[in-house]
């Protein structure tokens, strides 16, 4: 099993930054996969960036330039997503998410979220 504890969710102007962390604990020698959704009201969730375990990475179209999704350098099972010029279509809460690899735990859940945290960005 994997725990997710995340921060950094608030509010701001737009233009603004806020830096978001997700402490990943538990069996996190299996994750995969580790990665940022947001879920704005009304509409479905979408992946905003991610990160596998050799290294591949995606940012949504929409945010690229301005999100970076990155692994802390001290504990790699943390990861951040940094937000920069932040817009008002940026208002979503933003879920942390792992996969895990099902050669390491066969049999088991492989899909983790986070609690979701609050961005909300004012004009």
């Known amino acids: 099993q994997v725990q997710l504890v995340e921060s950094g969710g608030g509010l701001v102007q737009a233009g603004g930054s806020l830096r978001l962390s997700c402490a990943a604990s538990?069996?996190?020698?299996?994750?995969?996969?580790m990665g940022w959704y947001r879920q704005a009201p009304e509409k479905e969730r979408e992946l905003v960036a991610q990160i596998t375990s050799n290294g591949n990475t995606y940012v949504l179209d929409s945010v690229k330039g301005r999100f970076t999704g990155s692994r802390d350098n001290a504990n790699p099972n943390t990861l951040h997503l940094q937000m920069n010029s932040l817009e008002p279509e940026d208002t979503a809460v933003y879920y942390c998410?792992?996969?895990?690899?099902?050669?390491?735990?066969?049999?088991?859940?492989?899909?983790?979220w986070g609690q979701g945290t609050q961005v909300t960005v004012s004009s």
């Open positions: 538990g069996d996190t020698i299996c994750i995969s996969v």
């Open positions: 998410n792992v996969l895990l690899n099902p050669r390491c735990v066969p049999g088991k859940r492989l899909d983790y």
